[in-house]
């Protein structure tokens, strides 16, 4: 991992995603976003990511369907990921469906800056710590 990891933004409210991008920027965080999961496909197949950020709720395809997907490709098998979500979703839920996949982490929304930025790190950590 490079001293700026990259991190993609995958949220279908351009507000959510640009006040997470901002947070992360200014941290010194490289931040991909994409509005829906079929460009977040895109940009995962292209760019090197090292920390996936995706709201649960989208059209097409939620969160945990396209976590599932990714997780059914080897590539992506381990990439570290969090969830963020409005609705009461138990976290304990959100790791049981992926308790063979890499670290997951889920953050209610709304998001505070602090409790964004622990839940990052700490993703990013549980990943090295797989390694």
Same mark, same amino acid.
């Given at each position: 991992?490079?001293?700026?990891?990259?991190?993609?933004?995958?949220?279908?409210?351009?507000?959510?995603?640009?006040?997470?991008?901002?947070?992360?920027? !200014?941290?010194?965080? +490289?931040?991909?976003?994409?509005?829906? #999961? /079929?460009?977040?496909?895109?940009?995962?197949?292209?760019? @090197?990511?090292?920390?996936?950020?995706?709201?649960?709720?989208?059209?097409?395809?939620? !969160?945990?369907?396209? +976590?599932?997907?990714?997780?059914?490709? #080897? /590539?992506?098998?381990?990439?570290?990921?969090?969830?963020? @979500?409005?609705?009461?979703?138990?976290?304990?839920?959100?790791?049981?469906?992926?308790?063979?996949?890499?670290?997951?982490?889920?953050?209610?929304?709304?998001?505070?800056?602090?409790?964004?930025?622990?839940?990052?790190?700490?993703?990013?950590?549980?990943?090295?710590?797989?390694?």
């Amino acid at each position: 991992m490079g001293s700026n990891p990259a991190i993609l933004v995958i949220d279908d409210s351009e507000v959510d995603r640009k006040i997470i991008e901002h947070v992360l920027t !200014g941290e010194g965080y +490289v931040v991909y976003h994409a509005h829906d #999961p /079929a460009v977040a496909l895109w940009i995962l197949e292209n760019r @090197s990511v090292e920390l996936l950020i995706t709201d649960e709720v989208m059209p097409g395809q939620n !969160g945990h369907e396209f +976590v599932a997907h990714l997780r059914s490709n #080897p /590539a992506f098998k381990k990439l570290p990921v969090v969830f963020v @979500s409005g609705n009461a979703v138990s976290p304990k839920k959100v790791m049981k469906m992926f308790d063979a996949g890499g670290p997951i982490r889920f953050l209610p929304k709304p998001v505070s800056r602090e409790r964004l930025l622990e839940e990052i790190h700490g993703a990013l950590e549980d990943a090295r710590d797989a390694a």
